[in-house]
């Protein structure tokens, strides 16, 4: 069995977060923003649960800091959040892998809700939380996507066979 990480390898983990994060600065209408998914978020608990050795909180953390300068927020409030979701996601990997993609489906619900939760957190403290329940959106869009999301990724994962 071949174990090489090489460059189509690291590529297409890069190629991904790249994609994630253009899905995140695309704009979109002003009704229809509080139903964007957290693709970011996504793509980084896939290739957590996918490959804990290689994806950590270090990536999670950065991804947070680019999301934070791509979103214009306060920095560090996304960075926070993510590298959160990547440790419990790392840490809990093994049970998520096993089961169907429905259940999956709901474990990625509760960690993006997390990750919304933290960063309401730091937005409360700084007296800018969102007044609306419209909020919550994401997380419930993020699940239903996810299946889609999880097979493209890992069918891709299979035919650059990254490992």
Same mark, same amino acid.
């Given at each position: %069995?071949?174990?090489?990480?090489?460059?189509?390898?690291?590529?297409? !983990?890069?190629?991904?977060? !790249?994609?994630?994060?253009?899905?995140?600065? %695309?704009?979109?209408?002003?009704?229809?923003?509080?139903?964007?998914?957290?693709?970011?978020? %996504?793509?980084? !608990?896939?290739?957590?649960?996918?490959?804990?050795?290689?994806?950590?909180?270090?990536?999670?953390?950065?991804?947070?800091?680019?999301?934070?300068?791509?979103?214009?927020?306060?920095?560090?409030?996304?960075?926070?959040?993510?590298?959160?979701?990547?440790?419990?996601?790392?840490?809990?990997?093994?049970?998520?892998?096993?089961?169907?993609?429905?259940?999956?489906?709901?474990?990625?619900?509760?960690?993006?809700?997390?990750?919304?939760?933290?960063?309401?957190?730091?937005?409360?403290? !700084?007296?800018?939380?969102?007044?609306?329940?419209?909020?919550?959106?994401?997380? %419930?869009?993020?699940?239903?996507?996810?299946?889609?999301?999880?097979?493209?990724?890992?069918?891709?994962?299979?035919?650059?066979?990254?490992?």
């Amino acid at each position: %069995m071949n174990t090489y990480a090489g460059p189509t390898s690291n590529g297409l !983990i890069v190629f991904s977060f !790249i994609a994630a994060l253009i899905l995140t600065a %695309m704009p979109l209408p002003e009704w229809l923003r509080p139903f964007r998914p957290d693709w970011v978020a %996504m793509v980084l !608990i896939y290739w957590c649960l996918v490959l804990p050795s290689r994806i950590n909180v270090g990536i999670g953390w950065f991804m947070g800091l680019l999301v934070d300068v791509l979103t214009a927020s306060l920095l560090g409030q996304h960075a926070m959040a993510l590298a959160i979701v990547a440790f419990i996601t790392i840490n809990i990997h093994l049970q998520i892998r096993v089961y169907p993609i429905w259940q999956q489906a709901l474990s990625v619900f509760v960690l993006i809700a997390l990750s919304q939760l933290l960063v309401i957190w730091v937005k409360g403290i !700084i007296g800018a939380a969102p007044q609306t329940w419209l909020y919550w959106s994401s997380s %419930m869009v993020s699940a239903f996507i996810w299946p889609a999301l999880f097979i493209l990724l890992r069918n891709m994962r299979r035919q650059f066979r990254v490992k």
